[in-house]
């Protein structure tokens, strides 16, 4: 498909795009990347240019939509800054993991990276269970260790690091499934400016089209924190799940079917 950069319609697309990540991210507690990347890639746009449009549009909604939680007394904000400074040191790298691995590995790696975190969260109690860690100094370091890792992956494959995130939170911390949200969004705001500075100095930023897609994420981010407030626990787990399902879908299409 012809990139349709010049044309109103792309905008009106990328525009409908940054509306359904806003929902994605205010719902599931995630940059939205995992579902912007494919339908970026799909409007013509190589998996670096989608990357940079993704990371762009995360610093907007994780924004508002921590506020929003921040406002609702819904963000924990110690988890929230462990977690943070974890993301912070690990997106710094990200433009770097960019520059040096081609596009098809990342496509690759994206695609377990999704296989991954279904599994876990599969397994994972919805509403919350036992924490597989001591209480103390070893979930403090488990929460920065977790952002690191998850900052320089999850945002050199243009996503937040919720989607990864949330799985390990619920796993081996016991979070239920609705209280990692806001916290995973938190953890975005630190991650997303980091990426975002990142991947400017290595021009994988497009400010238009990531402009675009941040705006109408305000939107979307909005109505699906309101979503989660009326959503069971349970239900949201599955709600995750089939949205991980989706994306495994799109990426299999992409690199067998292309």
Avoid: W
Avoid at 66 to 86: A, E, M, Q, R, T
Avoid at 128 to 151: H, M, N
Avoid at 164 to 170: E, G, I, K, T, Y
């Amino acid at each position: 498909m012809e990139l349709l950069s010049t044309e109103p319609v792309y905008d009106i697309i990328l525009f409908s795009i940054g509306i359904l990540t806003g929902i994605l991210a205010g719902f599931f507690g995630i940059g939205g990347g995992a579902i912007l990347v494919p339908l970026v890639i799909m409007l013509g746009n190589d998996i670096k240019s989608a990357i940079g449009i993704s990371i762009m549009q995360m610093v907007f909604s994780s924004i508002y939509g921590s506020y929003v939680n921040y406002k609702k007394h819904l963000l924990d904000f110690k988890d929230g800054l462990y977690v943070g400074v974890g993301g912070l040191l690990g997106a710094s790298l990200s433009g770097f993991v960019l520059r040096t691995i081609p596009s098809n590995v990342l496509e690759i790696v994206f695609t377990f990276f999704i296989l991954y975190s279904f599994a876990k969260l599969f397994k994972a109690n919805a509403y919350g269970g036992t924490s597989r860690l001591k209480k103390g100094l070893g979930t403090k370091l488990f929460l920065i260790g977790c952002g690191c890792f998850v900052g320089i992956f999850a945002i050199s494959l243009g996503i937040g690091g919720g989607m990864l995130l949330s799985p390990l939170l619920a796993y081996y911390l016991g979070y239920d499934s609705k209280k990692i949200i806001p916290v995973s969004l938190f953890f975005i705001v630190f991650s997303s400016l980091a990426g975002s500075a990142s991947l400017a100095l290595n021009g994988y930023v497009s400010l238009k089209e990531g402009a675009i897609v941040g705006i109408a994420s305000l939107i979307g981010v909005r109505i699906g924190i309101f979503m989660l407030s009326k959503t069971d626990a349970k239900k949201h787990k599955y709600a995750l799940l089939i949205m991980y399902s989706i994306m495994l879908c799109i990426m299999f299409k992409k690199m067998f079917f292309s």
